[in-house]
């Protein structure tokens, strides 16, 4: 296993636990006593001037629409470097887990879509159950330690990546608002200039992010969710240079300055500021059944079905084998896991209700939350009881 890949699942233990924590804190807080000091912190302007631009939004935009901003920077990286060098760049390597998370994700948004259908701003959120969330079900599986092989981790984290890919497409098509074409026409010109950069074998870090920058400020006034810029500039470095080492590139260098940043300064931070339910958000399951009973099984049922379903399928049908070491049920418990949706499935919900139905989210994350925690309990379970 590359050195990379096993640092990152052997941190997978601390930032699930970091994960639990920031969000206990919040459903704390927002149903305590100090409710009023959450939400005046959550919503708590913040002003910062950068090269002649000043901003000044809440806590949570800034989370939202910034921090997240670096987290789809990593990911972007974390994808272009398995596609090149790591565990999907070739066809045999990359087909299972890609088909399995296409089954993953066409599944889920099934079933909500079924539960939603008659309910035209509830069916916005149609692809909140779609991810999987690879902070917590990596650190799920390290919990399991050597009850579960190594390479069914490597598995688990080539799916989420290519999941992650599929929802940053989803968000890109259907979560985007209306363009405005003259800041849209100045992203692409930066766009273009992050590539000429990647073509011409361009090494210094501090041109790509300036010019990542620039491209997240005309993203925000295109109507192109912002956040994108960070994974656009992150496929874009380059991982293999022909005149230096992996691990001498713009793209390693990033992702290790970044990578314990995000872990445990963004996520935890993004789950505290997204996870503060009321217990009043209990009582909305009921009141807006079709929607939970969507999102909840959509990640409880709808994940572990596709997921399993399709690498079955691939399997049998000899386009791809069953990983060395593994069997079905062993596939089935990542399957269930992978239900943990979390990260993703409540920043796909600020996308999907932002704009007009505030209270929707409530509902969505509530539903979020214990459809997660089940598929936690329950693939936790499943794989703890594999024999060796």
Known sequence: MKGHLRQFIQSGTASGILLILSTLLALVLANSSAQGIYRTLVYCPIGITLAGW????????????????????LVGVEIKRELQIGALSTRQQALLPALAALGGMLFPALIYYGFNANDPIARAGWAIPIATDIAFSLGMLALLGKRVPPVLKIFLLALAIVDDLGAIIIITLFYSHTIAWLPFSLSLALLLGLILLNRYQVTHLSLYLLLGTMLWKSLLHSGIHASLAGFAIGLILPVKLAHVSVKSGPAHRLEQALHPWITYGVLPLFAFTNAGVTLQGFSSVLSKLTLSLGVALGLLIGKPLGIF????LAIKLRWAQLPTGVRFYELFGVSVLCGIGFTMSLYITTLAFESQALVYIDYARVAILLGSTLAAVIGYALLRRRRH
């Open 54 to 73: 000043h901003w000044q939004h809440s806590l949570l935009w800034w989370v939202n629409d910034g921090f997240m901003t670096l987290f789809f920077l």
């Open 309 to 312: 379903s399709f690498s079955w």
